[in-house]
Each structure stands twice: as C-alpha cells, then as structure tokens.
C-alpha cells in the first residue's frame, strides 16, 4: 500500500515556464512533507519541506503548497530552469515514528 | 566536513555472499538510515537508527542487518546476498529528538550500486 504517490513518472517544461510536480498521500498522521532532487549518480538533496500546520512554504524560486483536505502537496518551481532537470521526490514524516515514507519520484525535464 | 560517505560505490556478488556497506557522516547526527531505491518503487526504507545502540526496522528489512556502536557509523550487512537485493543502495543521517525530527532534512551519501549474480 503506496502511501505516499507520485503519479506522474515525468514531466518535460520549457526553460522559464513554471514546472508543477505532484505528490498525494493517504495517512493524515503526517507531520511534515519534504521534498528531494536527485541527479543521476548522486545521493538525493532536500529541496524543501513544509509542516502540516501551514499550507505553503516558499524558498526562491520553490513553493510547496500543501491541501490537508486533498491529502495532496505540490511543488512549483518558476521559473523552470535547465539546471532543474532531475528526479524529484516527495517524502514524509508520520507523527510519532522515525520512518521517513517516499514517494516514487517524478523525472523533470527542463527543456532549452 | 564530509557529510556523509558511503563504500564502497560499486560492488558485485554472487548469491549466498556476504558483504557489508559502510556509512560515515561527521555532523554529529543523532539519526541515521539505509534506503533503497529501484525501479519505480522509490526510496524504500530498510532499517534506521536514532543513536548509538538503538536500531529499528523499517519498511523493507529482511535479508539485511545494522547496528550502530557508534554516533559516526551506521553499517548496512546483506546476510546471504540475493538477486532480489540488486539495487542502490543510500545512506542518509539527520537530526533527531524523541518527539520527532527537530530539523528534518536528510544528508544522503552518494549511494552504492549493488549487484547480485
């Protein structure tokens, strides 16, 4: 059982537009929600999170905005650059454990 | 720092082997984790500690051990190496408290590419 989704496997943007990764989940237990970039060859490296009591962060050019009642959480990045393309997953934290859950992951492509 | 380092990065085995992954980080993280990733299954979270001697499963623990004698190291031990253990292999440290992650961004190592004959 996939509690945490990503049902897009990947997504091509042109340069300078806005890219929109999505990611729903099913455990309302949730505390926080992150999301990681990964290059091929490399670990994975944290984007940004938001806690479950907020409904958006904002770090540059990422916003995450989170919809408790969707049970859904999205990722905007504008603009989309080339340096942007990679594999992007979102992961969260259930109240009360130490088990990180992630998704599958969304390969981005930002087009020249 | 280092952060977190991982060896070694590539390694072949054949069924029935035995080997063990090593991980390091220099941050003084109370957390530490292994993960796996494959195909279109994500990161799949196979054990985890959040300090010297304390250990726990996670999603996907069978085949595999840890134990954690120090804050530093965080080593990953397949018992008898399957097929099915064909994979990437990640580290990851962060902070921890008892009432849950006080900062949680995870510090992932590079990863190691495991492949079983």
Redesign the interface.
């Given at each position: 059982d996939q509690q945490v989704k990503?049902n897009s496997?990947s997504l091509s943007v042109q340069e300078g537009r806005i890219s929109i990764l999505n990611c729903d989940y099913t455990n309302s237990m949730f505390?926080?929600f992150?999301w990681?970039k990964k290059y091929p060859?490399?670990?994975?490296?944290?984007l940004i999170?938001i806690s479950s009591i907020k409904d958006k962060n904002e770090d540059g050019r990422f916003t995450v905005f989170l919809n408790k009642s969707a049970k859904h959480l999205s990722l905007h990045i504008v603009p989309s650059q080339p340096g942007d393309s990679a594999v992007y997953?979102c992961?969260a934290?259930p109240?009360?454990t130490?088990?990180?859950?992630?998704?599958?992951?969304t390969r981005l492509k930002v087009l020249a | 720092n280092a952060g977190v380092t991982q060896t070694p990065k590539f390694q072949v085995l054949k069924t029935g082997q035995s080997m063990t992954l090593q991980c390091a980080q220099d941050m003084n993280h109370e957390y530490m984790s292994w993960y796996r990733q494959d195909p279109g299954m994500g990161l799949r979270l196979i054990h985890y500690s959040v300090g010297a001697g304390i250990t726990d499963q996670g999603e996907v623990p069978n085949g595999y051990n840890v134990s954690r004698s120090t804050t530093e190291d965080f080593p990953l031990r397949l018992l008898s190496a399957a097929p099915s253990q064909t994979s990437v292999y990640f580290c990851a440290s962060s902070y921890a408290t008892l009432q849950g992650p006080t900062r949680n961004e995870q510090f992932f190592g590079p990863g190691t590419r495991l492949t079983v004959l």
């Open positions: 990503q496997p505390d926080y992150l990681y060859a490399e670990g994975p490296t944290f999170s997953f992961a934290w109240s009360g130490y088990k990180y859950i992630f998704g599958t992951g | -």
